[in-house]
């Protein structure tokens, strides 16, 4: 008796050593409960929606003021990845259509110590998923673990009310960034504080951009004559173009501190003016602006 208890004990300790553990595989998503969606930046500058997924981090698609439609996605893990992975995302049906099956979008990878990154065409993909009702999903090996798994799902549940306010946003953004007007060229007409049509048309653009953009701390302004009236002329044409800027910096609501104008006359042309041409090129305003935050 005491010999065939022994022997069972034996296989059992064999077994427990030779049949190795399974891992499993962990899966972040919210449950329809959980699930959030909400719109926190709507402005002619930025639109941002995002998606907290419990203990996993935060589901982040924003577009910005440009001059062509973009989109950018970004998976925020409270956890950075401390290795680069590659990632398998696929669309995954809901629970409750149990008869749909899961479809692959794209393989890409998630870099160490950042957070995940998708823009352009896949990005646009996972929205229309999303609005399908399905679950864009993540899946990557643990940095931590070869043998575990993770999974992050997006949930459809609530997705299309802040959808749709995201979709009227972007619709609404500004046509330029602030890289396509923070250094600015306006011309004048000849012996005038006007701007000339085309000028004064990219001016209000400026003007609409700072209103929306608390950032701007700076305008520089430099206006520069031809040489077709006497350099003392010149000059106070000049200074008489850059205050007519600088009151209308200041009644967009800038400080006037913030404000810096500069009367150059007939000094530092840009081309000869010799030729009808070159003075009108020389005939121009330079608009610089800066902002404290990038």
């Known amino acids: 008796m005491k010999k065939r208890l022994a022997t ?42 995002v998606h907290p997924i419990p203990n996993y981090g935060d589901a982040v698609f924003s577009s910005h003021a440009s001059k062509k439609i973009n989109l950018d996605f970004e998976l925020k893990m409270k956890r950075p990845m401390g290795k680069t ?131 701007i701390d700076l305008v520089l302004v430099s206006t520069y004559t031809g040489n077709e009236d006497s350099k003392s002329v010149s000059q106070n044409l000049s200074e008489q173009r850059a205050e007519v800027l600088q009151k209308y910096f200041k009644s967009l609501g800038l400080p006037e501190d913030r404000i810096q104008v500069q009367g150059y006359g007939r000094r530092r042309p840009v081309v000869d003016n010799n030729s009808p041409l070159g003075k009108d090129r020389n005939r121009r305003v330079v608009i610089s602006l800066g902002r404290t935050q990038v």
């Open 85 to 215: 992975r590659d990632v398998s995302l696929v669309s995954q049906p809901p629970a409750w259509r149990p008869g749909d099956s899961g479809e692959r979008i794209t393989s890409l990878q998630f870099f160490q110590q950042f957070d995940g990154y998708i823009g352009g065409q896949t990005a646009w993909g996972i929205l229309t998923e999303l609005e399908k009702g399905r679950y864009p999903t993540f899946s990557y090996q643990e940095w931590q673990s070869r043998d575990q798994r993770i999974e992050v799902a997006l949930s459809s549940v609530l997705f299309q009310r802040s959808y749709n306010a995201f979709s009227d946003c972007i619709a609404n953004l500004l046509p330029y960034s602030f890289e396509d007007i923070a250094f600015t060229i306006l011309h004048y007409d000849r012996s005038s504080v006007e701007l000339s049509k085309a000028s004064q048309k990219r001016l209000a653009h400026i003007a609409e951009y700072i209103k929306h953009n608390q950032d």
């Open 8 to 49: 069972t004990l034996t296989a059992i300790a064999i077994h427990s050593i030779t049949v190795p553990v399974m891992a499993m595989d962990v899966h972040y998503g919210a449950k329809p409960e959980q699930s959030k969606w909400q719109m926190i930046m709507n402005t002619p500058l930025e639109c941002r929606m």
